[in-house]
Each structure stands twice: as C-alpha cells, then as structure tokens.
C-alpha cells in the first residue's frame, strides 16, 4: 500500500470520528447471538458472509485467516475460539469456506520462493526448519476448501479444553451469490 492511500485512510478517519459516523456501529462486547465464526480472509466476504447470514455489529465473534483454518490446536485461532467459548458464552463455533479459495492447492514452496525474492534471506529459511518449522509446509494450502473446514471442525470440536455441549458447524459459503452449504462431518 502506498504511502497516499494510508494517508487517504488516516483522512477519512479523521472525518469518520468527527461526523460521529461511528454512532451507527455502537454496540457491547458479549455476542449477542452467542457464535464465532471463523471465516476465510477473503475481501468477497467482507461485507457478503454478515449480509447473507443476517448478522450485525455485536452478534458474533468473528475470526479471519487465509483458508478458515484451525493450523495449530494451540496457536493463535483455537486460542481466540476457546477464550470466546470460556469469557463470552460461545455456544456455536461455525466454520465458514467458500468455493474457490485461493489457499487450495497453494504450493508453500512458491511462498517461501517469493519471500526470498522479496529479500528474506535462506539462512532465515534454514533457521526455522532448524526450529523444527518447515517453511514450506506451514505456507501450503490444502487440498480442497471441503477438507480444509471438515479439518479445522474436527480440530476445534476435539480440542482437549472445548466443553462437550459447544457444538461445531462446518458451511461452505459461495462468495458470489452468499449461498451456504452445510457440509456432513463425521467425527
């Protein structure tokens, strides 16, 4: 991003805070409609995944990443689903894919390739496989969407600190039209 559009951005805040434009947006901390949703980063479901699921500022948590993926059971998104579950009363965690996500299929090899061009250095590289953190594994997407959301349900539902009564829900969200699909898991 160019120094103008940040500048563009901190503007408009400026703006934003001194129409009180923020008045609209007012709401409490606690989830109304007690849910997380863990979704895709995509920008087509900014604005889509809220309208079409008919959900408004204060009703859910919402959590982004690239695919709607659980990597770790103790990194940073179980961690934020389990403090939502245990602070906030979360009794449903949907896990939201779309079609066409562009983390299926993605080669981390071609990750770590770009990052090196961008003048990240292979000593970095070999520092973190010596760490036990293989680059290009950690960077690779997954198979497909389907998969990616039945594996994160199954990570989140089989966590050793989620209560037995929060149930988990795998969707698959079409990012044109909003249409969702609830996808069958087996556990």
């Given amino acids: 991003m160019s120094k103008i559009k940040i500048q563009e951005m901190l503007k408009y805040n400026k703006t934003f805070v001194d129409d009180q434009k923020y ?12 849910i997380v949703i863990l979704s895709c980063m995509d920008t087509r479901l900014t604005e889509l995944l809220p309208s079409a699921l008919d959900i408004h500022n204060g ?10 993926t659980v990597m ?26 779309h079609y066409g996500c562009g983390m299926s299929q993605l080669d981390g090899r071609e990750i770590v390739n770009k990052a090196l061009e961008r003048g990240i250095s292979q000593e970095v590289i070999k520092t973190l496989k010596n760490a036990g953190i293989d680059a290009n594994q950690w960077l690779s997407g997954f198979e497909s969407p389907e998969i990616g959301v039945r594996e994160s349900v199954l990570a989140l ?3 050793p600190l989620m ?22 898991i087996e556990s």
């Fill in 59 to 68: 009703d859910v948590k919402m959590i982004k990443n690239a695919g709607a």
């Fill in 23 to 34: 008045k609209r947006f007012s709401s409490v901390s606690q989830p109304q409609k007690k």
């Fill in 72 to 97: 770790h059971p103790f990194g940073s998104i179980a961690r934020s689903v389990l403090v939502a579950v245990y602070e906030f009363g979360v009794d449903h965690i949907i896990v939201i894919g």
């Fill in 163 to 184: 209560p037995q009564d929060v149930k988990v829900h795998g969707w698959m969200m079409n990012p044109e039209t909003g249409r969702v699909d609830i996808l069958e």
């Fill in 157 to 159: 539902k089989h966590h």
